[in-house]
């Protein structure tokens, strides 16, 4: 395959950039990859650096219709800050701008639902124990272990009853 | 080496492995809207963290970043410790590094913390046990910025979900000389895994080396990235091995002479600049992997590497070289490791 910038040398590398509001896959030989900025592994975005002032300083998402959705009440962002910076200002600011954000993040990564680790204090909060049992119990039901199923009954039981007092 | 550790940490073409967490602290805004002073209470929050645990206070040394030198710090960028972003900038700035330099943690970089930890071969799932492990130490005293839906919430959108990047450094000589790469590339960016050139101070991909990485951190975990990209590397790894092992049978002439010139200009040249000694080492790797050249392991030549930059061949010297003493002392470090060691099997 033809580096898709200067159409003449082979790809050797693989980047992304932001054209008319949608991400692109980039093809890069040597020459053009160097030039676009090489590899930088800790920045290893992939040409994404920026991504989200590229998507969301377009003229079709803002113009006329471009939300003014107020101030992070801790950091005093505003979404002309976070489009200016291509980042946000601090943890609030993705509550604060849910609603705006969301848009951006599912097109970046095709999914907005974190499957990965937690933090200690998530992973032992009592609602997250709750959840991760009633899984697994009726996968255990799915799987017709009954013995296996009963435990957790007892588990989610005691759990929901101790929440309680 | 034994075959089966070159089965498993592939180090014939696994050249390293990466794999960096980025972290924030619930507490503090991100480094656009973080000013000087909260910068040093939070870095002075991580210490704290840090004398708290025994475990990660006998790991790690604390290193202020503007108290170091100049050259210090372009050879941690040529050492892949830090980021050439974080060198430029560095105030209120500090890293984590461990004795042997295979963990290594930004504090204040693009996120608060970037904790990275790096191995020889391939090795990623080593790489995240140990990362996973410091993270937990540091969440022991530390509230980390997350979110039930967008998991570790990030400066950037596009590291939220697990923060997770991990990279294997692949050798592929035979990939690139057959014209092969592009199709990797091409391939493997629809299912989420990126290759890159590594490029160095030559216009090609530096030694044939290519960095191959997940690209994408949310909606998967940590041990689904992982999976995925071992998966990838093992066919890569098969190709660029039945690649070697057809032009050792159907061209073993021009094969071992390439092979043997180059090592033959490493061991006897007086000047080498760093484009020029990178693809000398790229044909010396091929050999130490196909058993022509004895004398010399892949994690020699890959600290050889990350040597001869122009901060690493200046350190040597002890202070910073103009261009044409680099390239006469890269020569001479070089000859000097290598002239009595290589042997031809
Ligand atoms: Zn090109
Ligand atoms: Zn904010």
């Known amino acids: 395959m033809l580096c898709e910038n200067c159409k003449k040398r082979q790809a050797t590398t693989y980047l992304k950039t932001v054209s008319n509001n949608e991400i692109k896959e980039m093809r890069l030989c040597d020459e053009c990859a160097k030039e676009f900025g090489g590899f930088d592994f800790f920045s290893g975005d992939f040409g994404l650096n920026g991504i989200l002032s590229s998507l969301m300083g377009q003229p079709q998402t803002y113009g006329k219709a471009r939300p003014t959705g107020g101030v992070c009440p801790v950091c005093g962002s505003t979404l002309e800050d976070i489009s200016e910076y291509g980042r946000v200002g601090c943890a609030n600011c993705y509550d604060t701008f849910h609603e705006s954000l969301m848009p951006y993040i599912r097109k970046i990564h095709g999914s907005a639902v974190h499957t990965g680790r937690v933090p200690g204090r998530i992973a032992k909060s009592p609602a997250r124990r709750i959840k991760e049992l009633e899984t697994k119990l009726a996968q255990a039901v799915a799987a017709q272990e009954y013995e296996q199923a009963a435990v957790l009954r007892d588990e989610l039981k005691a759990l929901k009853e101790g929440g309680e007092k | ?345």
């Not at chain 2, 044909?283 to 040597?307: K, T």
């Open chain 2, 1 to 345: 080496m034994t075959g089966s550790s070159k089965l498993t940490d592939k180090k014939d073409i696994a050249v390293s492995t990466r794999v960096r967490l980025a972290r924030n602290l619930k507490e503090y805004p991100f480094a656009t809207k973080l000013d000087a002073k909260r910068a040093k209470d939070m870095i002075s929050a991580v210490r704290d963290a840090l004398e708290k645990s025994p475990a990660l206070n006998a790991k790690l040394k604390y290193i202020a970043m503007d108290g170091l030198d100049d050259l210090i710090i372009q050879s941690f960028v040529e050492r892949h410790l830090i980021s050439p972003e974080f060198a430029n900038s560095r105030s209120e700035r500090a890293l984590l590094l461990s004795d042997d330099e295979h963990i290594s943690i930004m504090l204040n970089e693009e996120d608060h913390i970037r904790l990275q930890v790096m191995g020889d071969g391939f090795c990623p799932d080593k790489c995240l046990k140990e990362a996973v492990m410091l993270d937990m130490l540091l969440d022991e005293t530390l509230t980390i910025a997350f979110d039930e839906e967008l998991g570790y919430l990030t400066h950037c959108p596009t590291n939220l979900g697990t923060g997770l990047r991990a990279s294997v450094m692949m050798h592929l000589p035979m990939l690139t000389r057959f014209g092969e790469i592009s199709r990797m590339v091409a391939d493997t960016g629809k299912i989420g895994i990126a290759v890159r050139g590594v490029y160095g101070e030559g216009s090609k991909a530096k030694s044939d080396l290519y960095q191959i990485s997940n690209q994408l951190t949310l909606g998967f975990s940590e041990d689904e990235i992982i999976e995925r990209l071992t998966g990838i590397t093992d066919q890569i790894t098969a190709r660029e091995r039945a690649l070697r092992k057809a032009a050792m049978t159907d061209a073993r002439d021009t094969f071992e002479d390439r092979i043997f010139r180059s090592a033959a200009i490493l061991r006897s040249a007086r000047l080498l600049s760093a484009g020029e000694a990178e693809n000398l080492i790229s044909d010396l790797r091929l050999g130490v992997a196909c058993n022509l050249i004895s004398g010399i392991d892949f994690d020699e030549i890959s600290r050889i590497l990350y040597e001869i930059g122009p901060a690493g061949i200046s350190l040597k010297n002890g202070s910073s070289l103009p261009p044409n003493d680099r390239d006469r002392q890269r020569a001479a470090y070089m000859r000097e490791t290598l002239s009595s060691r290589l042997k031809a099997i």
